[in-house]
Structures are given as structure tokens and as C-alpha cells.
């Protein structure tokens, strides 16, 4: 059974200041780890995916890097804004019909 | 990127009667779509998988005659929550993979709705 940890559960930093969010999974076993933000009342919002072959995936101010042998991804912020302020979380897949686990997030806010 | 319409966002309904929440995806064909269930401020809580033409398969607690989950066609899934109480109150959210561009392994991107709001009274 797959179960994830995300550290911190909680960060507030000042606009401007670069972040790294930390995932880490117990089962290795996955296709690929996507990372989502959620914004309060809203579903999930895609922001990277990175196949189990990759070691990182960029976009924009976003990179996130996975070590799929040792069961952990870390989400980089650059030059956080107060638009980055929400709950995000990660999904390590093991893709077809498993079912994607995650956990509780870390709720971020970016204080202007 | 491809694009999952839930419906509807939120709504509010007396105890007792039922409700139907839509999960569409909209530019793509999802064999298998998740539905979810969310309490404030805890984790997604994986319900149920919705399978195109055959039954769901639920997760251990959760009532099947109480979620009822119709997967009608590769885009459209559907779940009724049956004869709602106030505990049912919560926030559903469903999910879909877009399976063809995950190749043999199955392992596309996953995209979520919008969620719906649900307040029994």
C-alpha cells in the first residue's frame, strides 16, 4: 500500500523567496509522480509530471526532481508570489487502473 | 491540456433525496475514472474506481448502494449519492487519465474536475 509524506504541512514565506516541498513515497514501484496545486474549494491543477525514466521536470518558476529509488520528489518554487499561495500536493502513479494515493499537502502562503 | 468537466459545482439538497454529479472529460477518453471524496482541510479520499461498461470497484467502507457510480460511456461518469444525509456533506472530486497518451503502460496524465460542493440539509 502506497503511502505519501509531504514536508512541511504548512509554509509561509515572504514573495520573492525561492521553496522546495518535499514528497516522499513508500512504494517505488511507479510509472511516474505528478505534482498538483489546489486552491481552497477547487479541484486539482496539473502543474508537472515526471516519468519514472526523468530525474526532473521544469515549467517556469516549477522544477520538480524525483528519485524514484529512494521514494522521494521535491517541488521547487523560484521567486515565489502570492499567487502561489495554496495546498499542493504530490501523486506517485503506478499508472493503468492503480489507484493514485496522496497526502494531506503542504499549504503554502506567500505573504506579500 | 486535456480538460475534465464536473457538474454541478455546488449544491444543496434536503436530506433524504438524491444527488447526481457529472464527470465529463471533454477532450479525451478515460477507460477509468476516479471519483474522490474530500473532508476540510484532510486528504483526497480515493471512493471508487469507475470502470467504462462494467461495475465500480470500491474501496473497503465505502457503501456501493449508498455511491452509486454509472460509467456510461469512455468520457462520462457519473455519481449518485442515494437517498443523502447531513454526514454525506462534502467535496466530491472525480478524475480521469488520458490513456492514449499513456502509451501501452497506460501511464497518462491524470487531470481532475472542478469538484462539487455537496450540502445535505
Known amino acids: 500500500k502506497q503511502e505519501v509524506t509531504q514536508i512541511p504541512a504548512a509554509l509561509s514565506v515572504p514573495e520573492g523567496e525561492n521553496l522546495v516541498l518535499n514528497c516522499s513515497f513508500t512504494d517505488s514501484a511507479i510509472y511516474n509522480l505528478q505534482w498538483f496545486r489546489q486552491d481552497p474549494g477547487k479541484g486539482l491543477t496539473s502543474l508537472l509530471l515526471?516519468?519514472?525514466?526523468?530525474r526532473e521536470q521544469t515549467s517556469g518558476r516549477l522544477n520538480a526532481s524525483l528519485d524514484k529509488s529512494s521514494g522521494r520528489s521535491t517541488l521547487y518554487i523560484a521567486a515565489s508570489q502570492p499567487g502561489d499561495s495554496a495546498t499542493y500536493l504530490c501523486?506517485?502513479?503506478?499508472?493503468?487502473?492503480?489507484?493514485?494515493?496522496f497526502g494531506i499537502g503542504t499549504k503554502l502562503q506567500v505573504i506579500p | 491540456g486535456a480538460v475534465v468537466s464536473q457538474h454541478p459545482s455546488r449544491v444543496i439538497c434536503k436530506s433524504g433525496t438524491s444527488v447526481k454529479i457529472e464527470c465529463r472529460s471533454l477532450?479525451?477518453?478515460?477507460?477509468?475514472m476516479f471519483w474522490y471524496r474530500q473532508f476540510p482541510k484532510k486528504s483526497l479520499m480515493l471512493m471508487a474506481t469507475s470502470n467504462e461498461g462494467s461495475k465500480a470497484t470500491y474501496e473497503q467502507g465505502v457503501e456501493k448502494d449508498k455511491f452509486l457510480i454509472n460509467h456510461a460511456s469512455l468520457t462520462l461518469s457519473t455519481l449518485t449519492v442515494t437517498s443523502a444525509h447531513p454526514e454525506d456533506s462534502s467535496f466530491y472530486i472525480c478524475?480521469?487519465?488520458?490513456?492514449?497518451?499513456?502509451?501501452?503502460?497506460?501511464?497518462?496524465?491524470?487531470?481532475f474536475g472542478e469538484g462539487s460542493r455537496l450540502t445535505v440539509l
Open positions: 478524475s480521469a487519465r488520458d490513456e492514449l497518451a499513456g502509451g501501452a503502460q497506460n501511464t497518462g496524465e491524470l487531470f
Open positions: 501523486a506517485p502513479d503506478s499508472g493503468g487502473y492503480q489507484k493514485v494515493t
Open positions: 477532450d479525451f477518453q478515460a477507460t477509468t
Open positions: 515526471i516519468q519514472s525514466s526523468q
